[in-house]
């Protein structure tokens, strides 16, 4: 088991930032890829970023890429998501998840193993 824990959400004007972090308990960080994922009011979850379990390789979702950046700290157990010159349609609960070890990374939220509870995140206009 991997117990994943979100920290750093809030309420933010449009053109502010946030960092999210997600710590991990349990069984070896850096043997999982991670990601992040948001749910939208009255939408379903939404792939944000992904990193590969060296923290070497990234991907974004369109939406994202150039304002969001994942990064993870294997020492600490820990990953991270930047998130600059936020938007309203940014406003989302936002979950970070361990990728099933088959897969180096994914965009896929069923190759995901392990889930946080989810932090909101608000960006008002």
């Known amino acids: 088991q991997v117990q994943l824990v979100e920290s750093g959400g809030g309420l933010v004007q449009t053109g502010g930032s946030l960092r999210l972090s997600c710590a991990a308990s349990?069984?070896?960080?850096?043997?999982?890829?991670m990601g992040w994922f948001r749910q939208p009011p009255g939408k379903e979850r939404e792939f944000v970023a992904t990193?590969?379990?060296?923290?070497?390789?990234?991907t974004y979702a369109d939406s994202t890429k150039g304002r969001f950046t994942i990064s993870r700290d294997n020492a600490k157990n820990t990953v991270y998501l930047q998130m600059n010159s936020l938007k309203p349609d940014d406003t989302a609960v936002y979950f970070c998840?361990?990728?099933?070890?088959?897969?180096?990374?994914?965009?896929?939220?069923?190759?995901?193993?392990?889930w946080g509870q989810g932090t909101q995140v608000t960006v008002s206009s």
């Open positions: 990193i590969t379990k060296d923290g070497l390789t990234t």
């Open positions: 349990g069984r070896t960080f850096s043997n999982y890829a």
């Open positions: 998840g361990a990728v099933s070890p088959t897969f180096e990374m994914s965009r896929r939220d069923s190759d995901y193993a392990y």
